[in-house]
């Protein structure tokens, strides 16, 4: 994520107030978030023992597992498995690091069943680190994409050059999503949460996730359209859902139980990022304390949420 997209660390535990309200899981993953908000400035994370590790750490985890099932059950909010039997997707966000966030544990899982996952980046992340120019710090932010990438066995990578902070939604940016479909031809499309808050209190969302993932919902259909940008290839009708990571609302998961030391790795790989943060930023602790998190209400250990959309 570009850095501009987080609010200062700390804003939102997540100890009781998260449980209370299921949807606020949706929430697990984006209130936890150590450094939405305010550029590099060496804020960092929070410390050892607030917020999302806290009720691990106190070694209340599973009955805490139990009682969030409970919460989700008694809500009449049942998740389903994303569904598996499917053979390329693509996954589109606004910048490096924005999969490694959590979603990159659940393409993990699905490139090992042997499907074929690319990856859409709207920007180059060119003025996520504070320190450093955007002529030199796009390109390393690429390549250290390219790198996490290929940690959760995705070898295709592209980049559409929408200027990082600015992205606008409009027919340019979903011309070039449609033409990505058409080129790229999924069955299933992944993207993040375009929310105008990271759930309910929370900070508001980066300008570009927002457009972003509004306007990835709106390519699936412009790709199947045969008259809309007909410059851009043929059509592609073969789009059957979306999924948005990060919603208050979720309604499928994935099981990363088996894929999160990888999910982890692919995070790792964004080195120069994670170093312009500062402080005591743990990938590790960070990544497994959310998806514990989205496991509770999943009934798995570790679990990724998404909220579905058919399109």
């Known amino acids: 994520m570009t850095a501009a997209a987080r609010p200062s660390p700390g804003v939102t535990d997540v100890g009781p107030g998260c449980g209370a309200r299921f949807r606020a899981v949706g929430g697990a993953w984006d209130s936890c978030h150590p450094h939405r908000g305010s550029r590099q400035t060496g804020a960092g994370p929070r410390p050892p023992g ?18 969030y ?25 606004a910048h490096p690091d924005d999969l490694e966030y959590g979603m990159a544990s659940a393409v993990a899982r699905f490139t090992a069943q042997g499907k074929e996952v690319s990856y859409v980046l709207a920007t180059s992340g060119e003025s996520g680190i504070d320190s450093m120019s955007p002529e030199r710090c796009g390109p390393l932010r690429e390549s250290e994409q390219r790198a996490s990438a290929a940690v959760v066995g995705v070898d295709h990578v592209e980049f559409l050059g929408h200027r990082d902070g600015a992205v606008e939604y409009g027919l340019g940016l979903r011309r070039d999503l449609a033409a990505a479909f058409r080129r790229l031809r999924p069955q299933l499309v992944f993207t993040m949460n375009f929310e105008l808050t990271w759930g309910e209190g929370g900070g508001v969302n980066h300008s570009d996730h927002r457009a972003v993932g509004v306007a990835t919902l709106d390519a699936c259909r412009d790709a199947a359209n045969r008259w809309l940008f007909p410059e851009v290839g043929d059509p592609w009708q073969g789009i059957s859902a979306a999924f948005v990571g990060g919603s208050t609302a979720p309604t499928h998961f994935v099981d990363v139980t088996e894929t999160m030391s990888a999910g982890v790795a692919s995070l790792v790989e964004h080195r120069a990022y994670i170093e312009g943060l500062g402080g005591d930023f743990d990938p590790d602790r960070f990544l497994r304390d959310m998806a514990g998190y989205d496991g509770m209400a999943a009934g798995c250990e570790f679990a990724v949420l998404f909220q579905r959309f058919g399109v």
Do not use: K, T
Not at 50 to 67: D, I, K, N, T, Y
Not at 73 to 79: A, F, I, P, R, S
């Open 50 to 67: 607030s917020g999302c590790g806290s009720v691990r750490a106190q070694g209340h985890e599973h009955s805490g597992r139990l009682a």
């Open 69 to 93: 099932r409970e919460l989700a059950d008694q809500e009449g909010l049942v998740m389903e498995p994303v569904p598996e039997d499917w053979e390329r997707a693509v996954a589109v966000v």
